[in-house]
């Protein structure tokens, strides 16, 4: 009897091992696999923990991703997450929620470093159009023809500015996707004062993630009665917005143990005053939520992140 009984647990133990061995390869081909998905789907993004909760057997694919994973373009310019995810478009230096409805992006998000803000040659020629994405059916585009001759100009949610060191970076953000009707008054004064000042804290602090978006604010109509009105341009029908909004988060990349914090800012599509300050907009961001009807950090998220919404906290990341 002892004769059969060592073979045969030999034999258990090398199918139990063959077994183990082939969960491995078949969970590495499946965590790489969703890798190359990752880099190119922003929903899998989105989704990644509970596609690895799920398809991944052992400890380390559980509650927190896989060691030494390869940061994508998406997993880097959505590190505080997607405030929507309506038809989304990843470029290289923006990510995008197309409003297919309106003709113009619900959001922008952006990441801004000090070391890409600097150069000895920056671009200085624009393109001579805005330029089309086709990724976007036809009926659903704007073109440059709407904003012929019109009392609205188009303007740059992504600014160019921030890219003025790489010609293709600078050259994509005339995409039409990009580009919204602006009040030119706005856009040559307090809405240019705010890019500045995003790029200004990139310079200071390193790091800047920078949301911007239209906003379609109600307005009394009546004692008891609201309504949103705002004007269409175009054959294409490219709505303009009664109002944009920005929301900041600043890091520190010297002292990564110092909190990051937020700035909010709503912003009437109209002429203003040029002496005004920039303080005079700034906003709650649960405002700008409610509004814009986006969550910019949902839930754990936010309190995860320690993120403060008040812009006196910014003399947190100076001392």
């Given at each position: 009897m002892l004769n059969?009984?060592?073979?045969?647990?030999?034999?258990?133990?090398?199918?139990?091992?063959g077994f183990v061995v082939g969960m491995l390869l078949q969970q590495d081909s499946s965590y790489r696999s969703i890798n190359k998905a990752i880099s190119n789907d922003p929903y899998i993004y989105e989704r990644r923990q509970q596609i690895y909760e799920a398809t991944m057997f052992f400890s380390y694919s559980c509650s927190i991703d896989p060691p030494q994973r390869t940061p994508c373009a998406v997993s880097t310019l959505m590190k505080y997450g997607f405030p929507g995810l309506d038809d989304i478009h990843i470029y290289r230096n923006f990510v995008l929620s197309y409003d297919r409805r309106n003709r113009i992006a619900?959001?922008?998000?952006?990441?801004?470093?000090?070391?890409?803000?600097?150069?000895?040659?920056?671009?200085v020629h624009k393109p001579s159009e805005f330029l089309v994405d086709t990724s976007i059916p036809l009926l659903f585009r704007a073109s440059a023809r709407d904003f012929y001759k019109s009392d609205w100009v188009g303007s740059q949610l992504a600014?160019?500015?921030?890219?003025?060191?790489?010609?293709?970076?600078?050259?994509?953000?005339?995409?039409?996707?990009?580009?919204?009707?602006?009040?030119?008054?706005l856009k040559t004064n307090v809405w240019s004062r705010l890019e500045q000042h995003v790029r200004q804290l990139a310079q200071q602090h390193g790091s800047v993630y920078v949301y911007t978006g239209p906003l379609f604010m109600p307005q009394r109509i009546t004692f008891r009665n609201w309504a949103i009105k705002h004007q269409v341009i175009g054959v294409n029908t490219v709505a303009v917005p009664t109002h944009f909004f920005k929301v900041i988060i600043v890091e520190n990349e010297e002292n990564c143990d110092q909190l990051p914090y937020m700035e909010g800012y709503v912003v009437p599509n109209a002429e203003l005053d040029k002496e005004i300050e920039?303080?005079?907009?700034?906003?709650?961001?649960?405002?700008?939520?409610?509004?814009?009807?986006?969550?910019?950090?949902?839930?754990?998220?936010?309190?995860?992140?320690?993120?403060?919404?008040?812009?006196?906290?910014?003399?947190?990341?100076?001392?």
């Open positions: 059969y009984t060592l073979p045969l647990s030999l034999g258990i133990l090398a199918g139990l091992l619900h959001w922008v998000c952006e990441h801004l470093a000090r070391d890409k803000l600097d150069c000895d040659d920056p671009v600014s160019p500015l921030n890219y003025k060191c790489n010609a293709y970076d600078y050259f994509e953000t005339y995409m039409l996707t990009n580009i919204v009707p602006v009040s030119r008054g920039l303080s005079v907009f700034l906003s709650e961001i649960r405002d700008i939520e409610h509004f814009a009807g986006l969550k910019f950090f949902e839930g754990d998220r936010r309190e995860y992140q320690n993120l403060i919404e008040n812009v006196e906290s910014r003399a947190t990341l100076d001392t």
